[in-house]
């Protein structure tokens, strides 16, 4: 299983290729790193826990980069996160939905930083599902980073071609972590995404094991 020292590690490395290649392919975009976004966060006292690419970078196999930083922020912290963000990066456009606080880049209208609001079942635990990088901020535990593609992968919402990422990213985590997940509470995490998820996620485990495709 991945320290905590290997996660800050996977997150520096998969931070420098987003940089090198916004350098390269999209200059003129605002280059807010993960790592700008933990430390404005962790400055104002937002208790969160970094997800999306960047959050189960350690659990992966391989590093790839990533335009956007998502984090999962506490209902109580919403509201201080959204304006620690508004205060650190002014130039942001923001956009709130019901399940995400979104921040664009102006110049090129796309999302750079999503605070997630944990009014989902399945984020309703995630506080209870954490690693702490030395760093000094939070990640999905191994479980919680395996429910989280699972809910994304199943989502009605989701678009297809995002779905495929999503199942590369599982079979991915359970290639390298295998004999450390935890079965019996990756069942639980299941059944938050939906009634009857828990055995369809020990499932797709064993798919992913076996080198089967993922049906989902």
Same mark, same amino acid.
């Given at each position: 299983m991945a320290s905590g020292t290997q996660h800050g590690e996977a997150l520096r490395r998969s931070s420098q290729i987003a940089r090198n290649l916004l350098r390269m392919y999209r200059p003129e975009s605002?280059?807010?790193?993960p790592e700008d976004v933990i430390g404005v966060l962790n400055a104002a006292g937002v208790r969160f826990m970094l997800m999306g690419n960047y959050g189960i970078?350690?659990?992966?196999l391989e590093r790839r980069a990533s335009e956007d930083v998502d984090v999962l922020v506490r209902t109580r912290d919403h509201r201080k996160a959204v304006d620690t963000i508004l205060n650190s990066f002014p130039d942001l456009q923001m956009q709130d939905f019901p399940v995400v606080t979104r921040f664009l880049d102006p110049?090129?209208? #796309?999302?750079?930083?999503? #605070?997630? @609001?944990?009014?989902?079942?399945l984020f309703k635990v995630a506080f209870r599902q954490t690693v702490l990088v030395e760093e000094g901020y939070l990640i999905p535990n191994l479980e919680f980073a395996l429910a989280c593609k699972f809910a994304a992968m199943v989502s009605p919402n989701r678009q297809? @071609? @995002?779905k495929h990422l999503d199942a590369a990213d599982f079979i991915s985590i359970v290639e390298k972590n295998a004999p450390a997940i935890r079965l019996a509470r990756l069942r639980r995490l299941g059944e938050r995404v939906y009634l009857g998820g828990g055995a369809e996620l020990l499932h797709l485990v064993e798919d992913a094991k076996a080198g089967r495709r993922l049906e989902f």
């Open positions: 605002n280059m807010i790193s970078t350690g659990w992966r110049t090129t209208e #796309l999302p750079v930083i999503d #605070l997630m @609001k944990p009014n989902q079942p297809v @071609k @995002k």
